[in-house]
Each structure stands twice: as structure tokens, then as C-alpha cells.
């Protein structure tokens, strides 16, 4: 099993920068697809960025939502099991609840969009809060 602990998140101006991170642990090795999601007030949770491993080498891509391209970086740490989201140039619409998503399979990321029932491993969530 994995574990995924989210931390980072705050609330920031219009324009402002936040960068979350997501901790892994447990059976790591059997992670290939890592995801963000997000989660606002009466909507359905939405894949914002992912990383994926297609055959267990070195190689990872990555892929965003229309919305935050341009925007938001996702990287991750091998040697510290962390992934991360660099956020910039946040708007109001990006408020929401933002959840790290992990997946043994890649089909769960390589997709052209992320359907959250596809992922077997989930954080609690971080708050993130853009005010103008």
C-alpha cells in the first residue's frame, strides 16, 4: 500500500505562487502514475497534472489540464519520495481543495484526462485559497 501526505497549501493573492508537496511512502516502487487533483465547492474533483512512468526506466512525463498550463510545474524527487506542484501566476478559479493521486498502473495517467476513480492511492488534502 501507499500513503500520501499533502502539505503547502495557504492562501495567496491573485498573481501569487504556492508550491505544494506530497509526500509517498509504503510500497513505492509500485508507483507509475502520480497526479493532482483538485476539488471546489460543489464540483466534481478535476486532474490538474500528472507524471508518469511508461516502462519502469528512467523517463517520466508529464501532462496538464488546459487550465494551468503555463502556470503550474509538476516535478518530483525520487530520492525523497516527494511530488510536487509549483503554482504561479494563481487566479480566484484555482481555489480549491488539491489532493495527490498515485496509481501503480500508468493507463490511470496517460490518458487525456484523469478520471479519479482510475487512482488507488490518495492524500488527504491541502487547501488552497486565491483572494483578489
Known amino acids: 500500500q501507499v500513503q500520501l501526505v499533502e502539505s503547502g497549501g495557504g492562501s495567496v493573492q491573485v498573481g501569487g505562487s504556492l508550491r505544494l508537496s506530497c509526500l509517498a511512502s509504503?510500497?513505492?516502487?509500485?508507483?507509475?502514475?502520480m497526479a493532482w487533483f483538485r476539488q471546489a465547492p460543489g464540483m466534481a474533483r478535476e486532474g490538474v497534472a500528472s507524471v508518469y512512468n511508461r516502462s519502469g526506466g528512467r523517463i517520466w512525463y508529464a501532462g496538464y489540464v488546459d487550465s494551468v498550463k503555463g502556470r503550474f510545474t509538476i516535478t518530483q524527487d525520487k530520492g525523497k519520495n516527494t511530488l510536487y506542484l509549483q503554482m504561479n501566476s494563481l487566479k480566484p478559479e484555482d481555489t480549491a481543495i488539491y489532493y495527490c493521486?498515485?496509481?501503480?498502473?500508468?493507463?490511470?495517467?496517460?490518458?487525456?484526462?484523469?478520471?479519479?476513480?482510475?487512482?488507488?492511492?490518495w492524500g488527504q488534502g491541502t487547501q488552497v485559497t486565491v483572494s483578489s
Open positions: 509504503g510500497s513505492t516502487a509500485s508507483i507509475r502514475c
Open positions: 493521486a498515485a496509481d501503480a498502473t500508468v493507463s490511470a495517467c496517460s490518458g487525456a484526462a484523469w478520471n479519479a476513480g482510475d487512482f488507488g492511492a
